[in-house]
T-cell receptor, first 113, second 111 residues
Framework: DSGVTQTPKHLITATGQRVTLRCSPR?????VYWYQQSLDQGLQFLIQ???????AKGNILERFSAQQFPDLHSELNLSSLELGDSALYFC????????????FGPGTRLTVL | GQNIDQPTEMTATEGAIVQINCTYQ??????LFWYQQHAGEAPTFLSY????GLEEKGRFSSFLSRSKGYSYLLLKELQMKDSASYLC????????????FGRGTSLIVHP
């Protein structure tokens, strides 16, 4: 158990819908990262937040957005969902801005029908 | 940008030793990670190398050669539970320090 929690574990929805994934980092960690993992793409970095502020952006679509709240939990919002958005979404946390090891949560498996 | 190359799949026998290689090309270098990931589960941190040489941690060891852009993960006394994907991730020297992950090597351990 890494200490990073994610909810929900599974999510099934339809195309065009909007969903919110939630992540709580390890106690004391200030950085949160979101990754998408699909069978044909491997682990793709989406976005990083540090202490409430956006720190780095990766291959995140405009339909996706995220935020980190004062209690340091983070949410990833996915809208206008498409079939290709079906994937495992992982949250990871680290102590500081990015120079530390990332510890991953159990993931949310999103299925878009 | 960063380019990371790992074999797609490897098989080995229980009790044996296996070496999983990772080669990389990066703009700057600020560390290399190995993670283990069982199917459908979270990646679990195994090791971190930033200097050349071998880091040993129980049955697992990781080696780095920065001049060659090369690392390997060595797994000894293989157990069935070691069947998993092994991800190599390299951190460049850009301001965000976000590691780039390879596609992973799927290791199958058979009796």
């Amino acid at each position: 158990d890494s200490g990073v929690t994610q909810t929900p574990k599974h999510l099934i929805t339809a195309t065009g819908q909007r969903v919110t994934l939630r992540c709580s980092p390890r106690s004391g960690d200030l950085s949160v990262y979101w990754y998408q993992q699909s069978l044909d793409q491997g682990l793709q970095f989406l976005i990083q937040y540090y202490n409430g502020e956006e720190r780095a952006k990766g291959n995140i679509l405009e339909r996706f957005s995220a935020q980190q709240f004062p209690d340091l939990h983070s949410e990833l919002n996915l809208s206008s969902l498409e079939l290709g958005d079906s994937a495992l979404y992982f949250c990871a946390s680290s102590a500081r801005r990015g120079t530390d090891t990332q510890y991953f949560g159990p993931g949310t498996r999103l299925t878009v029908l | 940008g960063q380019n990371i190359d790992q074999p797609t799949e490897m098989t080995a026998t229980e009790g044996a030793i296996v070496q999983i290689n990772c080669t990389y090309q990066t703009s700057g270098f600020n560390g290399l990670f190995w993670y283990q990931q069982h199917a459908g589960e979270a990646p679990t941190f195994l090791s971190y190398n930033v200097l050349d040489g071998l880091e040993e941690k129980g049955r697992f060891s990781s080696f780095l050669s920065r001049s060659k852009g090369y690392s390997y993960l060595l797994l000894k006394e293989l157990q069935m539970k070691d069947s998993a994907s092994y991800l190599c991730a390299v951190r460049g020297s850009g301001g965000s320090y976000i590691p780039t992950f390879g596609r992973g090597t799927s290791l199958i351990v058979h009796p």
